[in-house]
Nanobody
Framework: QVQLVESGGGLVQAGGSLRLSCAAS????????MGWYRQAPGKQRELVAR???????NYADSVKGRFTISRDNAKNTVSLQMNSLKPEDTAVYYC???????????????WGQGTQVTVSS
């Protein structure tokens, strides 16, 4: 069984910082991409940041310059350092990984359970 376990959400004042972490475990053969998505109430889930094999990164325009994604390939972890947080960053943040697991012949997406980030004004 494959799991993505997130940690690090919480409540912070505007201008503050939080760090999210996600660890993938199980019978993982390879991880192509790891990233973070978020979903605010009444809105669609959106990409926040992702890092692809080879360390290529993508960021949502709304977080560029404030958030930094990093990945530890040896530990199958991905982190998101969030600085200068704004109330509009409030959402449930989901870890995502595109992985090939033992017994499967193709990559697919896996999701964490989500962690709440609340930024107060």
């Amino acid at each position: 069984q494959v799991q993505l376990v997130e940690s690090g959400g919480g409540l912070v004042q505007a201008g503050g910082s939080l760090r999210l972490s996600c660890a993938a475990s199980g019978s993982i053969l390879s991880i192509y991409v790891m990233g973070w998505y978020r979903q605010a109430p009444g809105k669609q889930r959106e990409l926040v940041a992702r890092i692809i094999t080879g360390d290529s990164t993508n960021y949502a325009d709304s977080v560029k310059g404030r958030f930094t994604i990093s990945r530890d390939n040896a530990k199958n972890t991905v982190s998101l350092q969030m600085n200068s947080l704004k109330p509009e960053d409030t959402a449930v943040y989901y870890c995502n990984a595109g992985m090939l697991i033992s017994g499967s012949s193709y990559r697919r997406d896996y999701w964490g359970q989500g962690t709440q980030v609340t930024v107060s004004s």
